[in-house]
C-alpha cells in the first residue's frame, strides 16, 4: 500500500491551481507546532525550531513505519502568521512578525505519540526547541485561498488584493490567522519559481 501523502489525499489544499482567490472549506487538521516571533530570515530562533519540528515529524514516520498506524510522506512545512498591526505583512515588516511553523500529521498520531518522538528526537539530537513543540489542532472552516508563484517577497501585493478588494467584495471578514503552506524547497527552487498557498480564515459578515 502507498504511504498517505497530503498532496494526493487533500489536493484542494496542498495542490491546487488556482492563482485567483478563490474560496474553499477547509476540514480540520492536526499540526506538530512550535512558535516563535522575528524575521524568518535571520532570526535563529525561526532555523531551529524548523530543523526541531522535521526532526520530531520524521521521527513520528518512521515510528509510523514500523506498524504505530501507517507510513506517510512527511507533509510541507506550514505557518501561521500574525502580527499586532495587520499591515505589517503587505509591507514586509518581518521584524514585528509573530509566527507557528507547522507540519500536518495524520489522523492516527496522537498526542502520545508525538510526545514520545520528541523524547527520542531529543535523545538523538539535542535540539533545545525540541521541548517546545506541541501538538496543535487547527478547524479553519471557510477560507480564501490561492496560489502564490515566486518569491515570498512579492506576496505583498497578493495579499493586499486580498484585503482591499476580494474579501470585502464578498461581503468577507478575518477569521483566524494569515497561513500559508511552502510547497518548494527554497534551497533547491530559485526564488521567482517558488510556489506557496496562501490561505485565510474567512466569514461572511
Known sequence: MAAYDLKRELKSLYAPKN???????VPPQQFLAIDGRGDPNTAAAYT????????????IKFACKRGEGGDFT???LEGLWWSDRPEDFTARAKSSWQWRMLICQPAWV??????????TAQAKKRLPAIARIEHHALEEGLCAQVLHRGSYDDEG????????????DHGLAFNGLHHEIYLSDPRRVTPEKLK??????????
Not at 196 to 205: D, I, M, S
Open 19 to 25: 492563482t485567483d482567490w478563490d474560496l474553499l472549506d
Open 48 to 59: 531551529e525550531a524548523v530543523e526541531a519540528l522535521y526532526s520530531v515529524a520524521y521521527t
Open 74 to 76: 512527511v507533509g510541507p
Open 110 to 119: 496522537d498526542a502520545e505519540l508525538i510526545e514520545a518522538a520528541k523524547a
Open 157 to 168: 501585493p497578493t495579499l493586499a488584493d486580498l484585503h482591499r478588494h476580494f474579501m470585502p
Open 196 to 205: 506557496t498557498v496562501l490561505r485565510q480564515p474567512v466569514r461572511k459578515t
